[in-house]
């Protein structure tokens, strides 16, 4: 290329002033068609990728890769001691806004419900909202911010993870590096790392603005993750169980970052 541009240059030194004009209209065009053929080509190279295999067909995999690459920058960079900033009642919303409804379906017996916990494949916990609120409460006022792009302070109160697991026994699960949380009925679902659900603003929520929540805003039991999106606190909490690998995530399976950091 460096060649190519010399030549260029020294054999218009024996070209007239109109003639090295037209001869650098001819580059500068040639250019321009050759980035514009460029891009046509890289579109139609990305579009034919294959799909990475999400359930509404997923992205390409060299744009799964950049967000893969997002992860290692941001998700590592993740400070657990750093808290979301705090807001006082009289700032919070009277009412938060509903948003989603995958898995809070009519079919639902909510005097029948429990939380289900997976230990490992051969043990199971059950436990009850009573036992969950007999716990010390915990309330958080943040800036609630979803993915569409709007947000709204709203208070919500209910048990930290970590008291949760402490109070449980669930250690040796914790010391995994991901929880997944699904619906009863499985539609919706989310992986979240252990940092982040550990942190000390994470809760297992049944309140909002001092009351129960209503099955719109997840009753019995829903997630409040306030160093992430929206999408990450899953509404109503059918079973969770722990990994070290990736647990399915509803958004990330549409083609949203993983971990939806803030
Ligand atoms: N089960 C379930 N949980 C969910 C969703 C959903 O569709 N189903 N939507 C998520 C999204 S995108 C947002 S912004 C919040 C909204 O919570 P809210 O309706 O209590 O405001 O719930 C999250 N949790
Ligand atoms: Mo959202």
Redesign the pocket.
Known sequence: MKKFLKNLVTKNKHLSEDEKISKRSFISFSVFFALQAAGVVGFFKLKNQPLDGGLLGGIQEPLRDGLETNEKIFGGSFNPGKLAKEYSKEEAVKE?????????GEDFEAAEWKLNIVKNSSEYLEISLDEIKKLPKTEVIYN?K???GWSQV?YWGGVRFADFIKHFGLQPEAAMKYVGMM?PDE??YVGIDMPSALHPQTILCYEHNNKSLTP???YPL?LIIPVKY??K????IGSMYFDNEKPSDY?AERGYDYYSGL
Not at 233 to 236: A, D, Q, V
């Open positions: 938060a806004r509903i948003n989603g409804n995958v898995g809070t609630f979803c993915i569409e709203s619906t539609e919706y719109d805003h997840g829903r929206g999408i606190s899953i509404k109503r958004w």
